[in-house]
């Protein structure tokens, strides 16, 4: 009943007030027929409650004098709890059905990959599928990462000059003086990856290391903060580098997302990631090509990798990811779903609640899609790995070690991919510490004497700690820890009062955080360390241990030396410890260790081989453990000397060796065209684009009224003078052909490059105007006259903007649709076609008379794509009963659609729209079995389609700035109110969008999510100025009008 002593004076009080007659050793839950509340509570709640409202409304309890109303209160209380442990009750019951439920769907997942690769599977591997798959999941080994199979990371790698890059997006980072503790999301990941950074800029072959993180430019925060760009090292320490660049080392990259003048926490960032995403492409797009000039021999230099750290980071480093075509690395750090199992078990929120504090669903398919799109996992413990990885839909420790097997062997695995983990414990810097280990063995008297003959002062902390004990000298077992129950202080502290040996030998120290008044403290720690107190006072420890009230940061290292001069030893009895960092702060201190055998300092133990584990429950042993190490010097001095030999494998130099060892084994890719980049520079008409737009710069700084010189056609309305300059220098450039006689005469055959990249502008269509038969809406053409109308308003305009058609049609659907209605498809420069999946460019790629799509965008999206293993997938999920085939029962959901299917899109006809599955859950299904790749539903719910993970409308968006350079904020995305599910997805970023109220009638968001998932809010910003309306129908002026609008807002 650790943590609940308070709960006793329940007990006294209702005996005192005599509530009701209890017998101690028999409660009867019933008097005749009345339920007694009183007795209920003392049978079913007291082992079990630990609230803290109750604990306060207890204290009012106390107080109360008057008899009656004293036992009124009691009465009341009781009910309150019976109520409380019935939601707690109903709580277990329903995280019991959600288990067994995930169970069974994991256990179908397996059943339905080994039945699809069952002809090629060996024995072995059937077992290790099929083999325990009608066996309820029990707590498993993961496979030992064999190091030995790659290429370690040594300094003959310096040639390589690496670029990778780090996100890390919440919480404010800067490489000096770090507010760790200033918020919640200013903690121990703020120091890890800025220390990250600079470890890896260190590292011989890296070239530069880049930490991107979010601008914040609030009054709320320091100005550093609102620094675009902060140095955190110049680079490699290595003498020989003398080919380092003034671009070389590390920097923390702030890139501006989100309102610029708000500090936001990390759960309001959501609807900004993808704003995000598109300002880190500028910076990458900007320094691959410095660094191909510098190191790259005018080839571009592209990211070796990119890194993100939590949820947040995850899913831009997927979108940065697929964007650029580079690997992803993921580090977890803390995950949602684990949060979520938590939160729950505490019954204090509903699931509805905690989605709405903490963003938890939405923090979740982060994470599920960060495992889609990552080569490699980064954990800190193998316990990471098994309990909480092993949560998600897109992790399966069976499948992964099978489709591994069969990679490594060059078999088929039908599209199937788990990503691999790897084990590599966080870096520290012992440089400090590891030089102290020579004065180590000193006697602590010559250090502590009062006659000023010792050589420097002795810590404050030091008499702070020694003010408690009788007999310093003795060896000091020290536990540092926040007084939680989870870190199991008052089990140490039974088992040192109750082993006299022990007590007789050393003392005890107990760091527990900062206190001014225990009254102050949270319910859970002032409970803790009134046990402490009362534990000290029942097994008369007075003089042997110590708990003092305050300390620094700085004065850790100080009371780990002062242990350590003692002889003494440091323990983390914690019931789990996710890693123990504490435990090798310790060892670089020369403290052997006790430690929970629960969880990372297994590992921690396995590294340093400095101590014993032990059963946290186990008293006796937690004492014995203690006393052996303590009693034995010569173990005791074994263990110091194995934790000073091993401590190397935890610095930094050794963590970004084994980091670059494993990225190196990652499937590297990053864009490669078909088409000559040599051939591919820029031409004459590139560099107008260039000079116009820093005419349209200067006309804004030389401008007196600045508003005139803002508009989305780039037109000079400035003073005379201005426009003046403007004309001298525009005399000096050779003027090319006029953009659009170029671009009008397909009479002179189909062009080399697209007209794409001689744009400024580019105007999307993404209208998703269908009928009820998925045909699309005539209704549509008069939008897009009224748009092509509304851009020739204004000649410069029409000069430099181009246009696109983006839409789930296949290709010859809509060429009919824009013939029937006498468009011409050289309108368009571009046309994105089956919802992202293909790419073409009207007048360039054509094979007798024919388009031809974009060979670079078809092998950019390529990535896990798995189609033959996804037709007989959803084949199965969507047509037999329940989706899981249990029943056998052949439906009739979805229809295969050739006309609209291509080799990378797989399109079916819904049959049956109420018995579809929500977008959400099919891709839970899906990641279940290893298949990762991107549904959704369109035409007017009237088609499902499956692309590859990488592939999107927006993702295409982001292609063409980075194949032809045409930014994605000078693009401006024309969309209805509602539309396909990926719609959600064309709003957020960049570039601007404008929005026709009532263009469409009905989309298909009503298949994207099942209830309880994330919300629209989290993906889509509620006030945007990238965001503007206009009426349906619309007219060319008030569509000129609303795109000067955004454009003037995002200036």
């Not at 102050?520 to 000290?536: D, I, P, R």
Request: charge should be negative; charged fraction near 25%.
């Amino acid at each position: 009943m650790a943590g609940n002593e308070w709960i006793n004076g329940y007990l006294e009080a209702i005996l005192d007030s005599k509530a009701s007659n209890i017998d101690d050793h028999h409660v009867n839950l019933r008097e005749g027929d009345h339920f007694n509340p009183t007795k209920y509570f003392v049978e079913e709640v007291v082992t079990g409650v630990d609230e803290t409202d109750l604990h306060r409304t207890w204290i009012k309890v106390v107080a109360t004098r008057n008899t009656r109303e004293r036992t009124s209160r009691l009465e009341n209380m009781c009910w309150r709890i019976w109520h409380l442990t019935r939601k707690k009750k109903q709580l277990d019951w329903e995280d019991i059905q959600r288990m067994t439920k995930r169970r069974l769907e994991r256990e179908q997942g397996r059943r339905d990959v080994g039945e699809d690769i069952s002809e090629d599977l060996s024995e072995e591997e059937k077992g290790d599928i099929l083999g325990d798959s009608l066996a309820p999941e029990s707590p498993r080994k993961t496979p030992q990462q064999n190091v030995s199979n790659f290429e370690i990371w040594s300094d003959d790698k310096k040639e390589k000059k690496l670029y990778i890059i780090l996100i890390s997006l919440h919480g404010l980072v800067r490489g000096d003086n770090m507010e760790l503790g200033r918020d919640s999301d200013t903690g121990g990941q703020i120091k890890y990856v800025v220390e990250l950074a600079a470890a890896l800029a260190k590292m011989p072959g890296v070239y530069r290391v880049d930490l991107f993180t979010r601008q914040v430019s609030s009054p709320e925060v320091d100005w550093s903060y609102g620094e675009p760009t902060e140095m955190l090292t110049a680079g490699s320490d290595d003498p020989d580098a003398a080919d380092v660049g003034e671009s070389s080392g590390a920097y923390i990259i702030r890139i501006p997302f989100g309102p610029r003048d708000k500090y936001l926490r990390k759960e309001l960032l959501w609807p900004h990631i993808q704003e995000f995403v598109d300002g880190a492409l500028v910076h990458v797009l900007n320094m691959s090509k410095v660094l191909g000039e510098q190191i790259g021999g005018g080839q571009p230099i592209w990211p070796f990798v990119i890194h993100g750290h939590y949820a947040d980071a995850g899913d831009s480093a997927a979108l940065l990811s697929g964007a650029l075509n580079v690997p992803m690395v993921l580090t977890g750090h803390s995950l949602g779903r684990n949060k979520l199992e938590q939160l729950l078990k505490q019954g204090r929120q509903s699931k509805e609640d905690i989605n709405s504090t903490y963003k938890i669903m939405r923090r979740i398919e982060a994470e599920e899609l960060s495992l889609d799109a990552a080569e490699l996992v980064i954990t800190s413990t193998k316990q990471e790995i098994d309990e909480q990885w092993g949560l998600y839909d897109g992790f399966d420790v069976k499948l992964e070690k099978v489709l591994r097997a069969r990679a490594r062997q060059g078999v088929d695995c039908h599209g199937r991919f788990m990503p691999r983990m790897a084990v590599i414990p966080p870096g520290m810097d012992f440089s400090h510490v590891i030089k102290e280990a020579d004065e180590a063995d000193g006697d602590l008297s010559s250090l502590t004497n009062s006659d000023g003959a010792s050589p420097k002062a002795m810590p404050a902390i030091w008499s702070e700690v020694m003010r408690f004990l009788t007999n310093p000298h003795k060896p000091m077992i020290l536990a540092l820890s926040r007084p939680d129950p989870k870190k199991n202080i008052t089990t140490l502290l039974k088992a040192f009062g109750e082993c006299h040996p022990l007590r007789e030998l050393a003392n005890l120290t107990l760091i527990m955080g900062n206190r001014d008044d225990i009254d102050e403290m949270s319910a859970g720690n002032a409970s803790v360390f009134t046990t402490v107190l009362k534990l000290v006072d029942r097994y008369d420890l007075y003089g042997q241990v110590a708990f003092p009230k305050h300390h620094t940061q700085n004065d850790v290292p100080e009371i780990y030396r002062l242990a350590a001069k003692t002889k003494g030893v440091f323990i983390n009895p914690a019931l789990v410890e996710p890693f123990g960092l504490t435990l090798i702060e310790a060892a670089a201190h020369g403290l052997p260790m006790v430690a929970t055998k629960n969880g990372g300092p297994v590992d921690i133990h396995r590294a340093l081989n400095n101590g014993l584990l032990i059963d946290p429950h186990d008293q006796q042993a937690i004492a014995s453990a203690l006393l052996k190490l303590v009693s034995e010097k010569n173990l005791w001095s074994e263990c110091q000397k194995n934790g000073w030999k091993n401590i190397h494998l935890f610095s930094w130099p050794e963590h970004c060796r084994t980091y670059l060892t494993r990225v190196v084994a990652c499937r590297m890719r990053h864009p490669m065209w078909k088409t000559d980049m040599h051939a591919d520079e820029m031409p004459t008409e590139g560099s107008l684009n260039d000079s116009l737009r820093d005419f349209q710069d200067a006309s804004l700084r030389l401008s007196i009224d600045g508003d005139k010189s803002s508009s989305i056609n780039g037109s000079l309305d400035g003073g005379t003078d201005v426009q003046d300059q403007v004309r001298r220098v525009m005399s000096k450039i050779k003027k090319p052909e006029p953009v659009e006689k170029a671009d009008n005469s397909s009479n002179n055959g189909p062009s080399k490059y697209p007209m794409l990249r001689k744009r400024q502008k580019l105007i999307v269509i993404a209208l998703d105007c269908y009928d009820n038969n998925g045909a699309p809406d005539k209704g549509m053409i008069g939008m897009l006259q009224e748009t092509f109308k509304a851009v020739k308003l204004d000649s410069q305009m029409a000069r430099t903007t181009g246009f696109a058609m983006s839409t789930a049609m296949s290709l010859s659907e809509l060429l009919d649709f824009l013939r029937n209605e006498q468009i011409k498809v050289n309108e368009f420069d571009a046309l994105v076609c089956s919802s992202g999946s293909e790419v073409y460019y009207p007048g360039t790629y054509e094979e007798g008379g024919k388009l031809t799509s974009d060979p670079d965008y078809t092998a950019h999206i390529e990535y896990r794509w798995g189609s033959d293993g996804l037709k007989k997938t959803i084949w199965k999920l969507m047509n037999m009963d329940g989706g899981e085939g249990t029943s056998g029962k052949q439906l009739k959901v979805i229809e295969e659609d050739a006309r609209s299917s291509n080799s990378h899109c797989l399109s079916y006809m819904i049959k049956d729209v109420k018995k579809a599955k929500k977008v959400d859950d099919l891709r839970q299904k899906l990641r279940m079995r290893g298949l990762r790749c991107h549904p959704m539903y369109c035409r007017n719910s009237t088609r499902l389609q499956l692309v590859p993970l990488f592939a999107s409308r927006s993702q295409a968006l982001r292609y063409f700035f980075v194949r032809w350079r045409l930014n994605v904020a000078n693009i401006y995305v024309i969309l209805g109110e509602t539309g396909d599910t990926d719609y959600e997805e064309l709003i957020s970023g960049t570039h601007k969008t404008l929005i026709m109220k009532g263009s469409v009638k009905k989309g298909s968001e009503e298949l994207l999510r099942t209830s309880g998932s994330y919300l629209k809010d989290d993906i889509v910003p509620g006030e945007s100025p990238l965001i503007a309306y206009v009426n349906t129908p619309p007219k060319a002026q008030e569509i000129a009008n609303a795109l000067n609008k955004v454009s003037v807002a995002a200036s």
